[in-house]
T-cell receptor, first 115, second 108 residues
């Protein structure tokens, strides 16, 4: 089945130690998104890629970076994780940008714990 | 993006119909109304989308009055597995702006 895959499902890192979360998709969608969801809060969009074009949200901290080496894969890099970065990180995809009807397909998320 | 207001939580019992109303008083002409469902420790999942009147699929129905200032998601005959957070989103582009959502708890 076509899907959005996130690895690992759980990630533990140390304060200040860089960490990378990965997302892959078999849907061949051209838009990929990263969301941060803290406990009991709604998902918050960090940034997205439309093909190779990176689009950052205005309030996304510089500590968060992303890479998309090809259509299928997208990575979230946290350069110096702080305790406040502990959260569920959700990857999502959609077919095209700019169409309100397009559904976003979410992965299961990676829960990040910062010690 | 239009701001949405939904109840924080709702309780129901198995077999009942659950109706969640979302207010979006400043909805724009081009905005669509979309609902997502999120189970604990999972990513959100698209449920239904509409622009006006009524939309029905195998999971839910969406009722939108003529003025479009509110919408109601209807879940028929809920089961325990429908316990989740339900998000109402309003917008006219690809970005999703999630509000607080409604936590629906279904009891036996």
């Amino acid at each position: 089945d076509a899907m959005v895959i996130q690895n690992p499902r759980y990630q533990v890192t140390q304060f200040g130690k860089p960490v990378t979360l990965s997302c892959s998709q078999t849907l061949n969608h051209n838009v990929m998104y990263w969301y941060q969801q803290k406990s009991s809060q709604a998902p918050k969009l960090l940034f997205h890629y439309y093909d190779k074009d990176f689009n950052n949200e205005a309030d996304t901290p510089d500590n968060f970076q992303s890479r998309r080496p090809n259509t299928s894969f997208c990575f979230l890099d946290i350069r110096s994780p702080g305790l406040g970065d502990a959260a569920m990180y959700l990857c999502a995809t959609s077919r095209i940008q700019g169409a309100p009807q397009e559904t976003q397909y979410f992965g299961p998320g990676t829960r990040l714990l910062v010690l | 993006l239009a701001k949405t207001t939904q109840p924080i939580s709702m309780d129901s019992y198995e077999g009942q119909e659950v109706n969640i109303t979302c207010s979006h008083n400043n909805i724009a002409t081009n905005d669509y109304i979309t609902w997502y469902q999120q189970f604990p420790s999972q990513g959100p999942r698209f449920i239904i989308q509409g622009y006006k009147t009524k939309v029905t699929n195998e999971v839910a129905s969406l009722f939108i009055p003529a003025d479009r200032k509110s919408s109601t998601l209807s879940l028929p005959r809920v089961s325990l597995s429908d316990t989740a957070v339900y998000y109402c989103l309003v917008g006219d582009d690809y970005k999703l702006s999630f509000g607080a959502g409604t936590t629906v708890t279904v009891r036996a």
